[in-house]
């Protein structure tokens, strides 16, 4: 498990953490000068390669010099567990990450989060809904990323195959994989996560993992396994056992395509210019469509994906509160997205401005596809804001590797999981 402190501008003051580590309730003593110092805490994860923490940190502060910032660092993969524990403990900080909206739920019930309703938002933000609990907001939304089709120009023109031109459904995309797939490259890499074929499934056929109605996966899984057993893509197994990345798939053309959510651009654009990625030429188009009813550039793209946000520790010292909340409010603000979009995070409001700055980033595509399948698209959640939500989740996660490593049909595989859930959910 790994936790560090980290202070925005400079390495903070031990005694400044400690008081962050008893922060537990109101005190009625508490200053309320708008101008005396504040430190409040903010949780992370991976802080040397994810910027977005200590960018919003540094340009919040430069516009608030009482206040200071200090990033606190968890491990990724047991962000939730760690940051639950430390708040039972009284040591949790004053504002959380909201890794996973699948745990919003978990943390407002357990009266760990602050309600924010009285935070001002600008017109335009996406991904608010997602932190709503009986009409009241427990978080603010600050990145909003979604899905989209990663493609390699050089290994399209190289193989004679047309680009994608936002115009592509499913069946444009399987034919394109397979013409594109050679002795040295797949045409496509899928990976492991469910989010690959559920994602689009729930969110182009308008269900939601809470009906527990998974039918409508069906056709999709069925198209995953017909790239898989064609060869066009590498078969799960294979990516499991060997542990595949997707950058490293993508990065060093090993396939031609890529599905996957546009946190990968700013991966992409660093490893390139590191050298850990090969150096070649490539694009961001819209997902493929179910049909032709969402495809085009005259249209408006269906695709999924969830916010992330901030919420504030229930229990945070009262003369704290004031500050946390104007962080949440600058983290949304256009401001803030401008700092993100230099960075190569999508943030959660996008507008012609933050667009450019976007697609600025030294190695950033500037086509206009990759810049209209970036902020043009119906983004649907991937996790319904619910207590059932994670519960569920881990049941379609079975489903996923039951079918994908071959071990069960698909029509096996969801009738086993609609089971489940109404047996273990209700």
């Keep these: 498990m790994n936790r560090k402190i980290l202070a ?37 994860w991976s802080i040397d390669t994810t910027p977005e923490f200590q960018t919003l940190a540094d340009a919040f502060t430069e516009d608030h010099p009482n206040v200071t910032v200090e990033l606190k660092e968890y491990d990724p993969t047991e962000y939730n567990t760690l940051v639950t524990a430390d708040l039972a403990a009284g040591s949790g900080p004053d504002i959380i990450t909201q890794k996973e909206v699948k745990y919003v739920t978990t943390f407002q019930e ?11 938002l600008p017109d335009g933000i996406s991904g608010t809904d997602s932190y709503e609990v009986d009409g009241a907001a427990y978080a603010v939304p600050y990145r909003q ?80 396994l017909a790239l898989q057993d064609a060869g ?27 599905l996957m959510g546009t946190w990968y651009t700013a991966t ?34 269906v695709t999924f ?14 003369a704290k509160v004031d500050a946390a909340k104007q962080f949440l409010e600058f ?6 997205a401008q700092a993100l979009a230099e960075i190569g995070i999508t943030p959660a409001l996008t507008n012609d401005a933050v667009v450019d700055s976007y697609f600025g980033v030294e190695g950033a595509p500037t086509d206009d596809l990759s810049k209209f399948a970036w902020s043009t698209h119906e983004v649907l959640p991937e996790n319904p804001t619910s207590n059932k939500t994670a519960t569920i989740q881990g049941i379609l996660a079975d489903l996923h590797t039951a079918v994908m490593s071959g071990s069960s049909s698909v029509d096996d595989a969801v009738k086993t999981a609609e089971d489940r859930v109404k047996n273990e959910v209700g």
């Design 8 to 44: 925005a501008g400079s390495i903070a003051a031990v005694a400044a953490l400690a008081l962050a580590g008893c922060s537990g309730g109101t005190d009625a003593g508490a200053n309320t000068d708008p101008d005396a110092p504040v430190t409040l805490t903010l949780s992370g």
């Design 145 to 224: 990323d979604s899905w989209v089709l990663f493609y390699n120009k050089t290994l399209f023109e190289a193989a004679g195959v047309d680009q994608p031109d936002g115009s592509w459904t499913w069946d444009d995309y399987a034919d394109a994989a397979e013409a594109l797939t050679t002795d040295t490259a797949k045409g496509a890499y899928l990976h492991r996560w469910q989010s690959t074929v559920q994602g689009f499934a729930n969110a182009q056929t308008g269900t939601s993992v809470l009906d527990g109605d998974f039918s409508d996966m069906t056709d999709y899984y069925d198209s995953a």
């Design 110 to 120: 357990g009266g760990q989060l602050l309600d924010v309703s009285d935070v001002k």
């Design 331 to 336: 983290a949304a603000s256009e401001k803030a």
């Design 268 to 301: 992409l654009i660093a490893q390139q210019a590191s050298g850990e990625a090969n150096d070649f030429e490539w694009g961001i188009a819209p997902a493929p469509q179910l049909d032709e009813k969402t495809t085009g550039t005259d249209n408006t793209p």
């Design 232 to 258: 066009s893509q590498v078969d799960f197994n294979t990516s499991t056992a060997n542990q595949l990345t997707y950058q490293g798939e993508f990065g060093t053309q090993k396939a031609a395509m890529m």
């Design 305 to 318: 994906g969830d916010p992330t946000g901030f919420g504030i520790n229930a229990n945070i010292d009262s």
